[in-house]
């Protein structure tokens, strides 16, 4: 069974929890989502593959998981990145944030999400059983599908955007 890292409200871990139970109870744990960008500042999305158990189908950040017991959250965010997509760079932490949502199935995500930046221009190879498609988007065509069908895209999606967006009107990749 996959354990997740339960925290409090300030990232403490407070114990461990089956993945699913975490989900089920919609306990805090922590997580984090990986948002890549190539040389053209296009983001890279990731289709979730239709045979994930919430949110199939649905279009989303380049990557997102949650650290293992005992493992350091940047170097778990570096290795989903391969396992998920194929590749790995340098990411660094920009800002984190908590958000709870209920999904059909009767499961809820209550995540501490750490999100990471990082650029990527080279090969993809993504793993089919994770991923339906991949594509690099430009940032205004990601705010107007959002607009337009956000059913089409992941609640963490369209909570974290608006705050990536914030974040490079200040900073750099």
């Known amino acids: 069974m996959e354990q997740v890292i ?8 407070t114990g461990t929890i ?8 919609a306990v805090l744990h922590r997580a984090f989502s990986v948002f890549i960008f190539n040389s053209k ?4 999305l990731q289709q979730r593959a239709r045979t994930k158990y919430h949110s199939a189908g ?10 293992r017991p005992g493992e350091d959250t940047h170097a ?8 998920e ?3 790995t760079t340098p990411v660094k932490k920009v800002f984190d944030f908590v958000y709870k949502a ?19 221009d080279d090969k993809i190879e993504p793993d089919p059983k994770e991923v339906g498609d991949y594509a690099y988007w430009p940032m205004e065509t990601i705010e107007e599908q959002i607009k337009m069908h956000p059913e089409s895209f992941t609640v963490w ?15 750099q990749v």
């Not at 955007?161 to 900073?171: N, T």
Request: aromatic content about 12%; overall charge negative.
């Open 85 to 87: 997509m194929g590749f």
């Open 6 to 13: 339960l925290v409090d409200e300030k990232d403490v871990a």
């Open 41 to 44: 500042d296009e983001m890279l």
């Open 18 to 25: 089956d993945k699913m139970e975490a989900h089920e109870k």
């Open 76 to 83: 778990a965010a570096l290795r989903r990145l391969q396992e």
């Open 157 to 171: 999606f369209r909570i974290a955007f608006p705050k990536v967006v914030d974040w490079l009107k200040i900073r």
């Open 102 to 120: 209920t999904f059909a199935n009767g499961l809820t995500e209550h995540e501490f999400d750490h999100v990471f930046v990082g650029k990527y």
């Open 58 to 67: 649905l279009w989303t950040n380049s990557c997102c998981s949650h650290p």
